[in-house]
Nanobody, 123 residues
């Protein structure tokens, strides 16, 4: 059984930074792709970024390139999302996801989802 628990969300001023963490339970973490999705009020869930199980492949949606960085620590079974230069459009519930399939940018790749953590960017 794989469970994901996100943390690190909160309220931040525009231009600020946050780091989200996703702790993944289960013995198969090293083989899991991992990604972050987000859902803003009144909008559909969208892909943000993902990292392959090996850590040597990452992908980002265009709106966060150069501002967000995904990483993973297999020893700690944790995936991180470093977010810099936050703006109002980044306000959303952020979900961590894990799975075994490709492509990384599709929700199809992920079987396991966290409960989400709220990120609010104030102007």
């Amino acid at each position: 059984q794989v469970q994901l628990v996100e943390s690190g969300g909160g309220v931040v001023q525009a231009g600020g930074s946050l780091r989200l963490s996703c702790l993944v339970s289960g013995r198969t973490f090293r083989m899991l792709q991992a990604g972050w999705f987000r859902q803003a009020p009144g909008k559909e869930r969208e892909f943000v970024t993902a990292i392959a199980w090996s850590g040597d492949s990452t992908t980002y949606t265009d709106s966060v390139k150069g501002r967000f960085t995904i990483s993973r620590d297999n020893a700690k079974k944790t995936v991180y999302l470093e977010m810099n230069g936050l703006n109002y459009e980044d306000t959303a519930v952020y979900y961590c996801a894990a799975g075994f399939r490709w492509p990384l940018g599709s929700s199809y790749a992920y079987d396991y989802w966290g409960q989400g953590t709220q990120v609010t960017v104030s102007s």
